[in-house]
């Protein structure tokens, strides 16, 4: 082999080496799992590095999308919370967080459709503000709930401290030792550090099985799984009061010893957007993760 065909053999072994380089360092996946610490992640990126730990996705249909933004923002801090309220935003503007990751609606229905809400001056308000900060906002409820382990209820069932009572996924746990509805009250009020909930029920009944359903899974689940489990205790985010509530009524009245603690929907799913900053933590150490509470959009008296 001539001088000159060596020299050129060896141009292109380099040249590939280093376009395989960075073609490599231009997955984030990839980025991460060499140990590189890298802040020049964009919102697209790190949407596509959860969304690939999910079974199945990305989901044809979801409404775990952008909210407001675009995928090629570069992001400068991650906010996670239940809802993106105006009080979030101006909290993520503070810290200088541009991309919030929330699990429910930002403009209020689950569709997050606008048009109906085109000439409403909170809804040009909040655009305009999310707008005016360049603020990318991704709904991620489907995908979190659709882990090998919901993240939701992970983060929930690890809060209440009731992990060796039941696998998270599973919809009953059986306490140990069993608890007052008094004592079982008190307790998730403490541990999801909710001021005041609603419940049915007598507060001196013991509850060893426990059905939890976290968020809104509406009225005919609800009492579906009351039918097929048979718990002492239906703990759940929220009711409509015409369904569940009135069956659990019902039921009392048959003579079963069943009870209803509604936590409200807030309360029983913000631990999941605290699973998620975690997780941002963990996969994106370089990018500073803010958890921020949206807390309750209702007061107690």
């Given at each position: 082999m001539n001088t000159n065909s060596l020299n050129r053999r060896k141009f292109i072994?380099?040249?590939?080496?280093?376009?395989?380089?960075?073609?490599?360092?231009?997955?984030?996946?990839?980025?991460?799992?060499?140990?590189?610490?890298?802040?020049?992640?964009?919102?697209g990126q790190i949407m596509d590095l959860f969304i690939k730990e999910i079974p199945d996705a990305p989901f044809a249909n979801t409404v775990d999308t952008l909210k407001s933004g675009n995928r090629?923002?570069?992001?400068?801090?991650?906010?996670?919370?239940?809802?993106?309220?105006?009080?979030?935003?101006?909290?993520?503007?503070?810290?200088?967080?541009?991309?919030?990751?929330?699990?429910?609606?930002?403009?209020?229905?689950?569709?997050?459709?606008?048009?109906?809400?085109e000439d409403d001056d909170v809804y040009q308000y909040?655009?305009?503000?999310?707008?005016?900060?360049?603020?990318?906002?991704?709904?991620?409820?489907?995908?979190?709930?659709?882990?090998?382990?919901?993240?939701?209820?992970?983060?929930?069932?690890?809060q209440l401290g009731w992990s060796d009572f039941g696998n998270a996924n599973q919809p009953v746990f059986s306490l140990n030792p069993v608890l007052s509805l008094k004592d079982l009250i008190d307790h998730a009020k403490k541990k999801l550090g909710v001021p005041a909930l609603r419940y049915i029920g007598n507060l001196?009944?013991?509850?060893?099985?426990?059905?939890?359903?976290?968020?809104?899974?509406?009225?005919?689940?609800?009492?579906?799984?009351?039918?097929?489990?048979?718990?002492?205790?239906?703990?759940?985010g929220e009711v409509s009061e015409w369904e569940t509530a009135e069956y659990v009524r019902d039921a009392r009245a048959k003579g079963d010893k069943l009870a209803l603690v509604v936590l409200g929907h807030a309360?029983?799913?913000?631990?999941?957007?605290?699973?998620?900053?975690?997780?941002?933590?963990?996969?994106?150490?370089?990018?500073?993760?803010?958890?921020?509470?949206?807390?309750?959009?209702?007061?107690?008296?």
């Open positions: 072994v380099n040249g590939a080496s280093v376009l395989g380089s960075a073609l490599i360092m231009s997955d984030p996946l990839i980025i991460l799992a060499a140990g590189v610490q890298t802040n020049a992640l964009t919102v090629d923002i570069v992001v400068t801090g991650i906010v996670t919370t239940m809802f993106a309220t105006i009080e979030v935003i101006r909290k993520a503007v503070s810290l200088k967080a541009n991309f919030i990751v929330a699990h429910e609606p930002t403009f209020y229905n689950h569709q997050d459709q606008t048009k109906w809400l909040k655009a305009a503000l999310l707008k005016e900060h360049n603020i990318a906002v991704w709904r991620n409820h489907d995908y979190v709930h659709s882990l090998a382990t919901d993240g939701v209820r992970k983060q929930v069932v690890d001196s009944q013991p509850c060893g099985r426990v059905l939890l359903m976290p968020g809104a899974a509406g009225g005919m689940s609800q009492i579906r799984n009351i039918h097929n489990h048979k718990p002492d205790v239906l703990v759940c309360a029983s799913e913000e631990p999941g957007s605290l699973f998620m900053a975690r997780w941002f933590r963990e996969k994106v150490p370089a990018i500073k993760t803010t958890h921020l509470p949206a807390g309750n959009s209702l007061s107690f008296r």
